[in-house]
């Protein structure tokens, strides 16, 4: 793999003659988590090492090489299994219109099979797709189509790769994509609702041909450990790993901290940092959800609003209090700063995505007199890290599953697997 990677960046730095040789891209999503980061790179190495006439395959991770540092998770497994991150491209690294403007622009979607509006001028550059996601694609003679609802895409790159060319299968690729489906799977636990027969099919079929895979309990908690992971980064980009945004007659950012409030209300000069933050990116006010667990892994959440305008913080505040669909149940608790307000969350159901609708009702209202019209979420400044392709809120939205106490403690570990 680090020969095949090494060969994808030095055709990308000789890229420089108009009529030059064309490239096959595979593509992940925006939200470019582990699925879409190894999909990417197994599809492209399986195409390198069968379909030689083509023109040369390349993986291309769907963010900026800047942004890769909030996927920890995706940095952990590349470390695990000895890929630099040095040796993967990205997209602020290769000019996909200028290649489809040249005619030398093929496109293999993974991990999503429709490309977002601000990419749909080079739709007439794909190829093929493959992902596990509700299908939005009509399928075309020129396009095939491989879309099944199965826990992760790299089950279904692992089985074209096990049905076409299992001599291109070592341990490294191997460790890639069984760590990117038993995480996907959460740990293959049935009460997860995630697994599907086939991806038990292929994750089995991995572990008896490459016995010295880690075990599954102990990778996916690593992993697990490594996606909330937030000891390296610097305080924009706790707010921007997993960050929403919304807009009314005000800008607000809504992020997800891993951490405890008391720990990041003691990170040095917090309140300038918060400051920066609000105005580099246009925000008027910073909500900050933190989600921890207690020893016996049951949630902890706490919320910070941040605005230099007392009275825009003031009145997102009492809504916040008031609120009934759902109740947050917040209580006061002790802010160093006097531009921030500090609650302990009651309600530990209550994720960000029951928060947004709270924060939209209040930009409606607030907007009633007023001017911006509905309130509206917007695209963050970097794709939210995504928590689990497949869940879409709180796995305890709808009260605690009837499960084994392991089960229980594979809920908590997981719990966070997308909008928290």
Same mark, same amino acid.
């Given at each position: =793999?680090?020969?095949?990677?090494?060969?994808?960046?030095?055709?990308?730095?000789?890229?420089?003659?108009?009529?030059?040789?064309?490239?096959? +891209?595979?593509?992940?999503?925006?939200?470019?988590?582990?699925?879409?980061?190894?999909?990417?790179?197994?599809?492209?190495?399986?195409?390198?090492?069968?379909?030689?006439?083509?023109?040369?395959?390349?993986?291309?991770?769907?963010?900026?090489?800047?942004?890769?540092?909030?996927?920890?998770?995706?940095?952990?497994?590349? $470390?695990?299994?000895?890929?630099?991150?040095?040796? #993967?491209?990205?997209?602020?690294?290769?000019?996909? $219109?200028? #290649?489809?403007?040249?005619?030398?622009?093929?496109?293999?979607?993974?991990?999503?099979?429709?490309?977002?509006?601000?990419?749909?001028?080079?739709?007439?550059?794909?190829?093929?797709?493959?992902?596990?996601?509700?299908?939005?694609?009509?399928?075309?003679?020129?396009?095939?189509?491989?879309?099944?609802?199965?826990?992760?895409?790299?089950?279904?790159?692992?089985?074209?790769? +096990?049905?076409?060319?299992?001599?291109?299968?070592?341990?490294?690729?191997?460790?890639?994509?069984?760590?990117?489906?038993?995480?996907?799977?959460?740990? =293959?636990?049935?009460?997860?609702?995630?697994?599907?027969?086939?991806?038990?099919?292929?994750?089995?079929?991995?572990? !008896?041909?490459?016995?010295?895979?880690?075990?599954?309990?102990?990778?996916?908690?690593?992993?697990?450990?490594?996606?909330?992971?937030?000891?390296?980064?610097?305080?924009?980009?706790?707010?921007?790993?997993? =960050?929403?945004?919304?807009?009314?007659?005000?800008?607000?950012?809504?992020?997800?901290?891993?951490?405890?409030?008391?720990?990041?209300?003691?990170?040095?000069?917090?309140?300038?940092?918060?400051?920066?933050?609000?105005?580099?990116?246009?925000?008027?006010?910073?909500?900050?959800?933190?989600?921890?667990?207690?020893?016996?892994?049951?949630?902890?959440?706490?919320?910070?609003?941040?605005?230099?305008?007392?009275?825009?913080?003031?009145?997102?505040?009492?809504?916040?209090?008031?609120? $009934?669909?759902?109740?947050?149940?917040?209580?006061?608790?002790?802010?160093?700063?006097?531009?921030?307000?500090?609650?302990?969350?009651?309600?530990?159901?209550?994720?960000?995505?029951?928060?947004?609708?709270?924060?939209?009702?209040?930009?409606?209202?607030?907007?009633?007199?007023?001017?911006?019209?509905?309130?509206?979420?917007?695209?963050?400044?970097?794709?939210?890290?995504?928590?689990?392709?497949?869940?879409?809120?709180?796995?305890?939205?709808?009260?605690?599953?009837?499960?084994?106490?392991?089960?229980?403690?594979?809920?908590?570990?997981? !719990?966070?697997?997308?909008?928290?």
């Amino acid at each position: =793999m680090e020969e095949f990677l090494t060969s994808c960046q030095r055709a990308v730095k000789a890229n420089v003659e108009p009529e030059g040789p064309g490239f096959h +891209i595979v593509l992940g999503n925006e939200a470019c988590d582990v699925d879409s980061m190894v999909s990417a790179l197994a599809f492209a190495y399986f195409l390198s090492q069968t379909a030689h006439s083509e023109p040369l395959a390349l993986p291309l991770l769907n963010i900026r090489q800047s942004e890769l540092v909030l996927r920890s998770d995706n940095v952990f497994l590349l $470390r695990q299994v000895g890929l630099s991150p040095d040796l #993967l491209l990205f997209r602020d690294q290769l000019d996909l $219109r200028a #290649l489809q403007r040249a005619g030398r622009l093929r496109l293999t979607l993974v991990d999503h099979n429709v490309l977002p509006s601000s990419d749909s001028d080079l739709e007439g550059a794909v190829v093929e797709v493959i992902d596990h996601h509700y299908l939005e694609r009509t399928p075309s003679p020129s396009c095939p189509v491989t879309v099944e609802t199965v826990g992760s895409c790299a089950t279904l790159v692992a089985e074209r790769i +096990i049905q076409k060319a299992p001599q291109i299968l070592d341990q490294q690729l191997a460790h890639l994509l069984y760590a990117t489906v038993v995480l996907d799977c959460v740990n =293959m636990a049935p009460a997860a609702g995630k697994v599907t027969p086939k991806d038990s099919q292929y994750a089995a079929a991995l572990e !008896m041909q490459f016995p010295a895979l880690p075990p599954r309990g102990a990778l996916f908690q690593a992993l697990q450990d490594a996606k909330f992971d937030v000891s390296g980064l610097n305080t924009e980009q706790m707010l921007l790993k997993d =960050m929403k945004a919304v807009s009314g007659s005000l800008n607000i950012a809504v992020s997800v901290l891993y951490i405890t409030l008391g720990e990041f209300l003691q990170r040095p000069e917090l309140e300038a940092e918060l400051s920066s933050f609000s105005q580099k990116f246009g925000y008027d006010l910073l909500l900050m959800m933190t989600i921890s667990f207690t020893e016996n892994k049951e949630p902890i959440r706490e919320l910070a609003v941040f605005s230099h305008s007392g009275t825009c913080r003031d009145q997102v505040c009492q809504y916040l209090e008031k609120a $009934r669909n759902p109740a947050l149940n917040l209580h006061p608790i002790s802010s160093p700063y006097p531009h921030m307000s500090a609650y302990h969350q009651g309600n530990t159901l209550a994720s960000r995505k029951k928060l947004l609708p709270i924060v939209k009702d209040f930009l409606r209202e607030n907007d009633g007199d007023g001017c911006l019209g509905d309130a509206q979420e917007e695209e963050s400044v970097v794709p939210p890290t995504p928590m689990n392709s497949l869940v879409e809120g709180c796995p305890l939205d709808e009260g605690l599953p009837r499960i084994s106490a392991q089960d229980l403690e594979d809920k908590f570990s997981k !719990m966070e697997a997308t909008d928290l």
